[in-house]
């Protein structure tokens, strides 16, 4: 059994929130730079420049982004042959969550869901977390962590369609989605889709589509087919960088489904969760 | 579509010549506020209370900025969704704000009272928050601390770059940029 220590972890995802909240990710920075080129408008053209910009500036001074540094995610794969020493796994994302926050200058953007007051006095700051175990084979402890913004999450949406609906519906129930987000969620976006499973879980799936990077195909090469075909049609919107009007308003979709498309005979439940061009998503492996 | 260089407090000479699309950088005095914030100013001017600012000309941006580093007036300060603010707004613009900077859409209240009292919605790039911090030189927490991010600040700014969107005549850029781009 391999022994991880508990302060290591602490210290990972501290430096690991800090670095991506103030670096825009080498995808991200990609996608928006031929966003940038193959825009028409030039109202848009000129939103995209001052993002391209602002990331020099933010990588310069360790600055955040945006100053939504959002809710922190994770997707952790636990070995079940490595074992924290010192204090849980959980304890340790939540402390290095709390320090990677305060110490990174990053906002507490946590609160009350009635009095809408901050308490990072009482849970700790901008905790807690929003964590998704899962366990594997192996002895490494593997962390997906991504900064989510509130601006594209109100936007995000999800249903569960009659399974005569089949493609289509999931398309209409995208492209309805984007259209009714229109400048809201901080367009170019990334759009994440989840598809099969249950109601929840295609939630789940639709979040964790966001972490996979841009340009990396979809390993079902029908549901390739049908990342690009929805790319096209909802760039077709004209919704535009900052909702500016534009020919650029979706980078990517990326589509999860679960246990290669499995869900109930009665269901097709779709999540569709959107994600704004600041995008700030990283990895390690412990 | 023009490009101006306004200085804050703005009266209605100064909005009426803006049209949706304009990109304008403006410079002086403004104030901080989100909905937390405009839920006590509102409430402040429904019982006949001062307010902890003078709203008459002013723009009020919404930002709910990280805190500054040591030696930086402010942290990362890029516009929150605005629509959050609707349900307060038309009662400021009443009262002679002229000026709102914020990003995403705004209803239809907010828009005929920005053609009635004259005011304008600006839209500023979200996600640009380091790039935005550079043109704000000032910042002071003159209410609410116990809000935290969400307090209200007096900022100063230079050449804060803004594009209009909503303007005194009913237009709206955000629904005339997508029908110039629009493929059906």
Known sequence: MRVVKYE???KSIKDMIIYSTTHLAPDMQKA?????????SEVSRAVLAQLLENAVIAEKEWKPLCQDTGLAIYFVKVGTDVKVEGGTLKEAIYEGTAKGYEEGYLRASTCDCFSRANLKDKAGYNLPPIIYFDLVEGD???IEYAAKGGGSENVSRATVLAPAAGKEGIKEFVRKVVSDAGPNPCPP???GVGIGGSFDMSAV????SLFRNI???NPDPELDALEKELKEELNKLGIGAMGMGGTETVLAVHIETYENRMCHIASLPVAVNIQCHSSRHSHITI | MAEYKLKTPLNDEDVSKLKSGDIVYLSGVMYTARDAAHKRLVDLILSGEELPFDVKGTVIYYVGPTPPKPGNPIGSAGPTTSYRMDPYAPILIEHGLKGMIGKGKRNEAVK???????????GATGGAAALIAKAIKKAEVIAYPELGPEAVRRIEVEDFPVVVVN??????LYEEGRKLWEQK
């Open chain 1, 8 to 10: 290591d972890i602490v």
């Open chain 1, 32 to 40: 928006l730079e031929e966003a940038y080129e193959n825009e028409k």
């Open chain 1, 140 to 142: 490494k402890i593997d």
């Open chain 1, 189 to 191: 976006l990334v759009v």
């Open chain 1, 205 to 208: 799936m639709s979040k964790h």
């Open chain 1, 215 to 217: 340009g990396t195909p």
């Open chain 2, 112 to 122: 005929d009272a920005c053609k009635k009292y004259k005011a304008v919605y600006f």
């Open chain 2, 167 to 172: 303007d005194t005549y009913g237009n709206d």
